[in-house]
Structure formats: C-alpha cells, structure tokens
T-cell receptor
Framework: NAGVTQTPKFRILKIGQSMTLQCAQD?????MYWYRQDPGMGLKLIYY???????DKGEVPNGYNVSRSTTEDFPLRLELAAPSQTSVYFC???????????????FGPGTRLTVL | GQQLNQSPQSMFIQEGEDVSMNCTSS?????WLWYKQDPGEGPVLLIA?????ELTSNGRLTAQFGITRKDSFLNISASIPSDVGIYFC???????????FGQGTTLQVKP
C-alpha cells in the first residue's frame, strides 16, 4: 500500500492563477480531509468528505473547492490564488461507516505552495 | 468553537532526559490522538486513545486520556536524537471523524 499520496510536492503560483492539488489513497478509506498548516501552527481543516459524492466545509474553506467523484481521489482546487494561501497542504484519510473508528487519520507527505 | 491548548510550545533537552507535554480542551473529546511530524513530512500517528482514563504505550512513548475527557498527556522516556520533531495532539468529539489539532510542541534533543 502506498497509503496517501499527494502531488505536486512543491508549487509556486502567481496571484490570480489557479491549480489543483491532487490526493489519492489506496486504503479504501471512506473519509478524506484537506488541511493547511501555516508556520508554527497546527493544522486547520479546509474541507472533508465522508464518501464519494459527499463533501463539506471545514474551518477555513474560503478560496478553495473540492470534489469527490471516487473513493480514492479527493482533489483540492484553488481558483484565484492569493498570498494568504501560501501554506503547506496535507491530505488525510480514515476509515468510516458502521462500527469502524473514523477519527484515526493517516496523512500524505504534503504539498508546499507559495503564492507570489 | 472548540480549542486545544498544547504546552509547552517548544522544548530543548539533553539526550537521555524524559519529556512530558500535554493538551487541554475547552470541551469534551471522545478520542485523543498524538502525532509526530518530521521536517518536510506529514504527521505520523504515534498513539490513539479512545477511552477516558486509558493509558497506552508505544515503545518509549506513553499517553493518557484524561478522566475529565478534556485533557491528554504524552511522555517520552530516555529521549534520543531521532525524537526531534513537532508533536501534535488532536481530539475528536464528532462522528464525522473531524479532528481539532493543538498548536504543536517542537522538541529538540541535544546529543
């Protein structure tokens, strides 16, 4: 199992550009999450999904969009990049449904994004 | 909203020393998790706690789920240089699996 994979590892964007951060997991997890981590801070939840076709906002969703067309993939879209979106972005996944614990999350290696 | 306070913010210790860090919450959690993050990597799960009062070990690491369900601590015994990194606590109180993260404790170990 590769676990949670993210691409790209690094990216520099100009203000106003758009891009999609890719995330995939091969653990058949129902739940997937996107976080951002700013220097010296913990992780803030951007969006999450409890299954294919279902997404919901987290703590800091403004400026981002997500989709979940398959169980494996959960891309994060930035439409009009702003300097405030300079951060490290982490995708995570966890089991879900029935009696399976949903809160133990497994993280990808992150995407470091700089907006200039 | 829910908040987690993690302390200390940073620690600089001598190799071989024991380390203790803790998290407190303004509300009750059903789950406490402890993660470690190495530079340039994603957080890696160290210990998961699911029951109030639970004490769980993973090698030199020991974590406890507070009886009040509003706090948790992590101890590292006999620290070694590879313990260097940022340690995060995280708590969950919902069935959606959403986690609230502490601000992190940066640990540096002097050989």
């Amino acid at each position: 199992n590769a676990g949670v994979t993210q691409t790209p590892k690094f990216r520099i964007l100009k203000i106003g550009q758009s891009m999609t951060l890719q995330c995939a997991q091969d653990m058949n997890h129902n739940y997937m999450y996107w976080y951002r981590q700013d220097p010296g801070m913990g992780l803030k939840l951007i969006y999450y999904s409890v299954g294919a076709g279902i997404t919901d906002k987290g703590e800091v969703p403004n400026g981002y969009n997500v989709s979940r067309s398959t169980t494996e993939d959960f891309p994060l879209r930035l439409e009009l990049a702003a300097p405030s979106q300079t951060s490290v972005y982490f995708c995570a996944s966890s089991n879900g449904g029935g009696a399976v614990r949903t809160d133990t999350q497994y993280f990808g290696p992150g995407t470091r994004l700089t907006v200039l | 909203g829910q908040q987690l306070n993690q302390s200390p913010q940073s620690m600089f210790i001598q190799e071989g020393e024991d380390v203790s860090m803790n998290c407190t919450s303004s509300s009750i959690f059903n789950t406490w998790l402890w993660y470690k993050q190495d530079p340039g990597e994603g957080p890696v799960l160290l210990i998961a706690l699911y029951k109030a009062g639970e004490l769980t070990s993973n090698g030199r690491l020991t974590a406890q789920f507070g009886i009040t369900r509003k706090d948790s601590f992590l101890n590292i015994s006999a620290s070694i240089p590879s313990d260097v990194g940022i340690y995060f606590c995280a708590g969950s109180s919902s069935n959606t699996g959403k986690l609230i993260f502490g601000q992190g404790t940066t640990l540096q170990v002097k050989p």
